[in-house]
């Protein structure tokens, strides 16, 4: 048995393992334009998280600031590219760009990158959410757009999310967002993955991004409170003025 090849193999893997590694504290540097819960939906974690996490005071970051963030780390190798180090964690390469500042087009062998568990949201329409919510009502919204709009186009999941919340901000419909989406009115039930159980199913990532973009003021419909699928056949939903109709959906006021 070849001991000095074995011995080469184990230290060629020890090395590999050596180039990626889980770690709670990353270095993050503010940009222009950033936001806590932009950097939040970057690194998968929560404006609270972040704020606990380097001790501050408030919500207030400025441009040049140095941010511990929970990161994934990777160490650029000698035949890296920004292209097949964002193909390797299945992320975008604009994903990994905004993740790291000292990032443009060009990196070197030895450069440790961030490597972000979350996503570019450049969604905001509002510096904070435009209805009052709880966490775990985010999440419900973002599972009734996966359960009703999944297969559809984004800009279809966002205006889900949105004829939702117009809903709590309707005088005619519950002043919140578990009130609404779990509404019974006269023995039915107003969104239909409620009654089959699809409201359970985890959310998928472009619906909570969709939810979020929502929540911070985007809608596609300008006020819609009703939408369905273009094969129904009630007569009372194809009464309603149309706001948008995108994919194989309708939104109505």
């Given at each position: 048995m070849n001991f000095k090849k074995i011995r080469t193999m184990l230290f060629a893997a020890f090395l590999c393992t050596l180039s990626f590694t889980q770690v709670h504290a990353a270095s993050y540097t503010v940009k222009p334009?950033?936001?806590?819960?932009?950097?939040?939906?970057?690194?998968?974690?929560?404006?609270?998280?972040?704020?606990?996490?380097?001790?501050?005071?408030?919500?207030?970051?400025?441009?040049g600031q140095a941010l511990y963030v929970n990161s994934k780390t990777y160490t650029v190798q000698a035949s890296d590219t920004l292209y097949l180090i964002a193909k390797k964690f299945g992320i975008s390469v604009d994903t990994l760009i905004a993740a790291n500042s000292n990032v443009s087009s060009y990196i070197y062998p030895g450069q440790v990158l961030n490597?972000?568990?979350?996503?570019v949201f450049n969604g905001t329409t509002s510096s904070k959410y435009i209805i009052?919510?709880?966490?775990?009502?985010?999440?419900?919204?973002?599972?009734?757009?996966?359960?009703?709009?999944?297969?559809?186009?984004?800009?279809?999941?966002?205006?889900?999310?949105?004829?939702?919340?117009?809903?709590?901000?309707?005088?005619?419909?519950?002043?919140?967002?578990?009130?609404?989406?779990?509404?019974?009115?006269?023995?039915?039930?107003?969104?239909?993955?409620?009654?089959?159980?699809w409201i359970n199913k985890p959310a998928s990532d472009s619906s909570r991004k969709?939810?979020?973009?929502?929540?911070?003021?985007?809608?596609?419909?300008?006020?819609?409170?009703?939408?369905f699928d273009d094969s129904t056949t009630n007569t009372w939903l194809w009464s309603k003025p149309i706001a948008l109709r995108v994919g194989k959906l309708v939104f109505t006021y």
């Open positions: 334009g950033d936001s806590l819960f932009k950097i939040g939906v970057l690194f998968k974690t929560t404006a609270t998280t972040i704020i606990n996490d380097n001790g501050l005071s408030g919500n207030s970051i400025y441009p490597i972000p568990a979350g996503y009052s919510c709880t966490d775990s009502e985010v999440d419900l919204l973002g599972r009734l757009v996966t359960a009703e709009a999944e297969s559809e186009p984004y800009t279809a999941k966002v205006a889900v999310a949105a004829s939702v919340i117009n809903r709590v901000q309707s005088p005619q419909f519950p002043s919140t967002l578990k009130g609404v989406i779990y509404q019974v009115s006269n023995g039915y039930y107003q969104f239909t993955p409620v009654l089959n159980g969709a939810a979020l973009e929502a929540l911070y003021g985007s809608d596609p419909t300008k006020g819609a409170i009703y939408y």
